[in-house]
């Protein structure tokens, strides 16, 4: 059967060395993962369409493979990974985890797991049995990592910095605009406040317009905080989205609000979306209530009031002042 070129990895090494945590590092920076498949099932997997929302057909593939696989074979594995080199031309290396047997002693006593190949006796037999039986994938690992005096943070990060390739494990970024006064967005990791901004609601020749028309975005940007205070949202979010990168986080949410979400919110969301793809970021944007009616009750005492230069609260101390002879 005959496969397309595929980049594909054989993650092995001692139980209780990492095994778990290689693989869910690299499902999470967009790989395709699979353990503990049987080596006959090989062919099959690689010959079967791609998953439903796989979004290439070279999308890497994890493959865990251990002691505990069914019909382990390490001479045979090493065989079939040079028949799949020659005669698929697959990319395919080895990467063993090892661990000192001391260190896994105490990792199976803490966690009250019996070794997989001593479940009736002590874990340190099972740890030199498995010694032996994946010797010779060790010997032929070009990718070797000692996690005896890792954590399994460490461990992931070492991984995400090793294994992640261009764009694979990019958080999915989405930034959205929204009005404090609909409520928050219940899935924004980040909220910057907009309100401080002058509000073009309270002219009247803006007020039916959005944060996409350039008269609204002219009147936002010249605000005399604008510049200092978008500049400084900016670097923060250019200091912040590559640490998230490396913690592996898989979603990131960037919300800005104003009281309606029409005008303000709906500017700085477009110009932050911008400046972030300008800088090698793939942001989603939306507004979430941009399609709402202008409505001046929901503005409250956020603005000023048209007229007399008062916000709505002092328009009505004054008058309340008036009715009571003050």
């Known amino acids: ?32 993962v699979v353990d503990n498949l049987p080596l006959l099932l090989l062919d099959r997997l690689l010959g079967a369409p ?9 999308q890497p593939l994890a493959l865990g493979i251990g002691a505990r696989t069914r019909d382990f074979d390490a001479a045979r594995i090493l065989k079939r990974i040079r028949k799949l080199r020659e005669e698929h031309g697959h990319d395919i290396g080895i990467l063993f985890l090892d661990c000192a047997g001391g260190e896994l002693e105490r990792r199976y006593s803490e966690t009250r797991r019996r070794h ?6 002590p874990a340190s037999d099972g740890i030199a049995r498995e010694r032996e039986l994946l010797a010779p994938l060790r010997d032929r690992a070009n990718r070797l990592i000692d996690t005896t005096n890792m954590t399994g943070n460490e461990l992931a990060q ?19 605009s929204f009005g404090f006064a609909r409520g928050l967005p219940r899935n924004a990791d980040l ?51 590559p640490r998230y990168r490396a913690e592996g986080k898989s979603y990131v949410t960037i919300a800005f609000g104003c009281t309606g979400g029409r005008h303000r919110s709906v500017h700085v969301a477009e110009r932050v979306a911008a400046r972030l793809r300008a800088e090698g970021f793939s942001p989603t944007v939306s507004h979430r209530d941009l399609a709402a009616a202008p409505q001046d009750s929901l503005e409250g005492g956020a603005g000023i009031a048209q007229g007399d230069g008062l916000s709505v609260t002092e328009s009505a101390m004054k008058e309340s002042r008036k009715e009571s002879g003050q």
Request: net charge negative; charged share 25%; proline share 6%.
């Open 116 to 121: 997989p190949l001593a479940l009736d006796r």
């Open 50 to 58: 791609l998953p439903e929302g796989a979004e290439r057909s070279s």
């Open 158 to 176: 070492q991984i995400r910095a090793t294994f992640s390739g261009e764009r694979l494990g990019e958080p999915t970024l989405s930034v959205t």
């Open 1 to 32: 059967m005959k496969h397309d070129p595929k980049e594909i990895l054989l993650v092995t090494g001692m139980s209780g060395a990492g095994k778990s945590t290689v693989l869910r590092t690299l499902e999470d920076l967009g790989w395709e």
């Open 191 to 241: 909220v910057f406040d907009m309100r401080f901004l002058r509000n073009p609601h309270w002219v009247d020749e803006l007020r039916p317009g959005t944060g996409l028309d350039s008269a609204v975005s002219a009147y936002i940007a010249g605000d005399p905080a604008y510049d200092a205070a978008l500049g400084q949202i900016e670097s923060l979010l250019l200091l912040l989205l």
